[in-house]
RNA sequence: GGUGGGGUGGCCGAGUGGCCGAAGGCGCUCCCCUGCUAAGGGAGUAACGGGUUUAUAGCCUGUUCGAGGGUUCGAAUCCCUCCUCCACCGCCA
């Protein structure tokens, strides 16, 4: 959530902000809700600090061993005055709370304003796309005609948007997740976490998933009444990120860095019809997630560099891909800036979505209470965090079939993923 | 699942209805003393919110002793529900 502060002393301009991502903020409504507030908490908190005066005294002349009675009948009408207030109090803080989770994120300056996908900004490509000499496959066929890729099996054991991977094509979707993990913490300096898939509500409404986008989710249990059921992750951003709930870092404990190799669970309410056909979009796929918990003043600088880290899986994986910033009206919720990489589908002939990376500022960091505290400062104060994909192994293996097949259908295997698969050089 | 015992400030740990936001200790900060990286003495040291304010300074004030609800003039202290930790037993991948 953004700083209450913005919405009290500079809603003007936090509106202006956000009206460039699309969005439009009630600004009379809040100013009214804010000046009733204002108002009402004054009221309650004298009455309240009436009460303990007076109990207080209470408690004086009980030990002086003078008659209470009158006092404490006195006291009956106040208590009656603050209960009020108080109830009063409550509903509209509610009212404010929930008004404020629905606000999203305000986009850095250096974002470009846009309206729609069609706006983001291409930054670089990298790689080229290769030329086929002959009449390129999708994965779809290509692992159909392998055996790899078995859609029919999955219908049958769960739905559409589910996939059963078999032999060299299982081994390669492993191959992936396990270099990405390896590079990372090898060469990146994150540490691998291993981190539960069933969240609880208090993780969702952390990493700003709820209240907003319950619907989609798969919960257990409704994960919007509190304390009972819990949800499938969307991402390992939730539990990696909720690692930090509550935390008061040492300076020189950051940046903190982790990662995990997690599949992911999406209902994709609202994606009817895209993309039905093959891996790109699943109920259930696997990512590899890079997390950072930074301090405030290099959050951007940490967000080049996370994307880097994504890069290089694509690069050392020799995958053209594109990068875009994305524009404010297609930034999620929580960003203020995002990094899209995109790597060549060849059958789509065209760029997708494979990682996403953003600097979320301090907006869940506020919700977490994810502090940090300067050396020799007595404040904590709010860290930043990040989040990006280094990469999603289903689309990864997507863009290795495809990429890499060849006229007769089988598949080369990229070279850094070779002894991953026991020397083979080629599926199929 | 059963029985028993816990959850208090950065940490340890007192506190069973009224100056307790919380003793004491550790740690940390500052000062003093001390001729040699030891020891001693003194002071300070929770978070979050609201109002006022140029102010993240001060002042006033509220909330917070696992979470939520209740009893009471008044709750860390009593009652209820839940979460969680530890020990032992049972069961088990």
Redesign the pocket.
Known sequence: ML???FL??DIEETAKKLASRGFVLDVELINQL?ER??TL??E???L????????????????RGED?AP??????K??ED?DAAKEEF?ALAEQIKQASYAVPNVPHESVPVGNDEDENVEISTWGTPKEFNFDVKDHVDLGEALGGLDFKSAVKISGSRFIVMQGQIAKLHRALAQYMLNLHTNHHGYTEMYVPLLV?ADSLYGTTQLPKFGDDLFNTKPATE???GMSLIPSAEVPLTNMSRDM?YDESELPVRITAHTPCFRSEAGSYGRDTRGLIRQHQFDKVELVQIVHPEKSFEALEEITKHAEQVLKNLELPYRKVVLCTGDMGFSATKTYDLEVWVPAQKTYREISSCSNVGDFQA?RL?A?F?AA?A?????VHTLNGSGLAVGRTLVAVLENYQLEDGRIEIPAVLQHYMGGLTHIG
């Open positions: 700083d209450p502060k009290r002393n804010e507030r204002k908490q004054v309650t908190e004298t309240q600090s009436q009460r303990n005066t007076r109990s207080k005294e209470i408690g004086m002349a009980a030990k209470i006092l404490r009948a006195e006291m009956g106040l208590g603050l409550t609880n509190e304390g009972i008061i506020r209470q502090r505290r020799g007595k404040k904590p104060e709010l």
